[in-house]
C-alpha cells in the first residue's frame, strides 16, 4: 500500500504545475513590469488579438463550411482557446499554461491535416478521409502524451510542422496560374516569416533586444502568426474547394473591401449544388 502511495503525485507536486513560473520557458519580455499579477504584460495582452480575428473568420468562412464540411469551424474555435490557454500562458508562466498553449495549437494543426491534407497524398494504406482523420486522431493522441516528456523542445516540434505544410502547399501550387491565389500564397508565406523571426529572435536575441529596451518580439509574433493563419488556412482551403467542391466555384475576396491592399481573406462560393454537372 505504502509503495503504491508512492507512486501518486502529490497534491503539492500537481499543485505546483498551476503555479506562476513554474514553466521552464520565460521569454525575453520583463516579468511584472507593468502588473504584479501579470508577468508578462504585452505578451499576455498580445493574445488578445486571437478573440478578434478568429470571429471574424467563422463568419466570412461560414459559407465554405456549409457547403464543405462545418467541421471547418472546429479550426478557428479552436484558434480562440489557443489565444485563451496562450493568455493563461504568457500572465502566469506556469507549466500547465505552457502545455495547454502548447497542445491547443498540436490540435489545431491535427483538425487542419485531417479536414484538408491532399487525398492524393495520403499513404497508400489508406482509402479515404475518414481513415486518413482517424489516423491523424491516433498520432495526435500519442504525441499529445509524449509532450510531457521534453517541454521544452514541444514549441520546436510544432513549428517544424509548417515545413511539411510549405513543402505541400509547394506541390499544390506548382502548375497554378491564378494570380490571386499565388498572391495570397506569397503573403501567407511572408506573413509566416515575419513571425517565425521574431519567434526566433526573442528566443535567441533577447540580449539584443534588452539592449534596445524592446523586449515585445514574441509578442509580435502572437499578432503576426494569427494573420499569418488566417492567410495560410485560406489559402488551403481554397485548394481544397477546388479539389473537393469544385462545383461550388470558389474565388477569393477580402475583408473588409476587396480592393484594400491589406485584409483578411476568405472564400465566396459562385455556384452551389445545383450547379453541379450530374452524369
Known amino acids: 500500500m505504502e509503495l503504491f502511495l508512492k507512486g501518486i503525485p502529490s497534491f503539492e507536486k500537481m499543485a505546483g504545475v498551476f503555479s506562476y513560473e513554474s514553466s521552464e520557458v520565460d521569454w525575453c519580455e520583463d516579468n511584472y513590469k507593468h502588473s504584479e499579477n501579470v508577468v508578462e504584460y504585452f505578451n499576455t495582452m498580445s493574445s488578445f488579438v486571437f478573440f478578434v480575428v478568429a470571429p471574424i473568420m467563422l463568419y466570412l468562412l461560414h459559407p465554405y463550411a456549409k457547403e464543405r464540411s462545418l467541421a471547418v469551424h472546429l479550426v478557428w474555435f479552436m484558434m480562440i482557446f ?54 491523424v486522431l491516433v498520432i495526435t493522441v500519442i504525441t499529445t502524451m509524449s509532450s510531457f516528456v521534453k517541454p521544452t523542445a514541444n514549441a520546436y516540434a510544432l513549428n517544424c510542422f509548417a515545413l511539411h505544410i510549405l513543402y505541400s502547399l509547394y506541390w499544390e501550387l506548382k502548375s497554378c496560374t491564378h494570380q490571386r491565389v499565388l498572391r495570397l500564397a506569397w503573403a501567407s508565406i511572408g506573413l509566416w516569416v515575419l513571425a517565425i523571426s521574431c ?81
Open 82 to 135: 489557443v489565444g485563451l490557454f496562450s493568455l493563461y500562458f504568457h500572465m502566469t508562466l506556469s507549466f500547465m499554461g505552457q502545455m495547454l498553449d502548447e497542445l491547443s495549437i498540436l490540435w489545431v494543426l491535427a483538425i487542419g491535416y485531417s479536414l484538408w491534407f491532399p487525398r492524393r497524398h495520403f499513404p497508400s494504406f489508406v482509402k479515404d478521409r475518414s481513415s486518413f482523420s482517424r489516423m
Open 199 to 279: 519567434w526566433i529572435s526573442d528566443r535567441f536575441g533577447c540580449s539584443f533586444w534588452q539592449k534596445l529596451n524592446f523586449c515585445y518580439m514574441h509578442g509580435i509574433w502572437h499578432i503576426l502568426i494569427v494573420v499569418a493563419t488566417a492567410y495560410g488556412s485560406t489559402l488551403i482551403a481554397y485548394l481544397d474547394a477546388s479539389l473537393e467542391i469544385p462545383y461550388s466555384l470558389p474565388d477569393l475576396q477580402y475583408w473588409p473591401r476587396d480592393n484594400w491592399a491589406l485584409g483578411l481573406p476568405y472564400i465566396v462560393l459562385k455556384g452551389n449544388a445545383k450547379t453541379q454537372k450530374r452524369c
